[in-house]
Nanobody, 110 residues
Framework: QLAESGGGLVQPGGSLRLSCEASGSFFSIETMGWDRQISGKEREFVAKIGRGGSSSVAESVRGRFTIDRDVARNTVWLQMNDLKAEDTAVYFC??????WGKGVLVSVSS
């Protein structure tokens, strides 16, 4: 099970921090990350991080979003700064791109 938290409503320019904890049958997860789905569009990659700490983020959020992880706790975070209206989406946590959480809504609006 992947359980996301931390979504909500924020004004443009604001920040949010999403959290996701993997539990249950997850043992050695190589890559944890975040995808998002904007209304009316296909799900897209946001960020990922490997067990060793190597990470990548989508060009659309580079410089504003950072990803971090605690391997021992099977937890990943997404720090989102300088949020824009176009970041409004449902954000999904993923483990090795084979399992996803239920998603958490992030709304950026004034």
């Amino acid at each position: 099970q992947l359980a996301e938290s931390g979504g909500g409503l924020v004004q443009p320019g604001g920040s949010l921090r999403l959290s996701c904890e993997a539990s249950g049958s997850f043992f050695s997860i190589e890559t944890m990350g975040w995808d998002r789905q904007i209304s009316g569009k296909e799900r897209e990659f946001v960020a990922k991080i490997g067990r060793g700490g190597s990470s990548s983020v989508a060009e659309s959020v580079r410089g504003r979003f950072t990803i971090d992880r605690d391997v021992a706790r099977n937890t990943v975070w997404l720090q989102m700064n300088d949020l824009k209206a176009e970041d409004t989406a449902v954000y999904f946590c993923t483990a090795d791109q084979v399992a996803w959480g239920k998603g958490v809504l992030v709304s950026v609006s004034s």
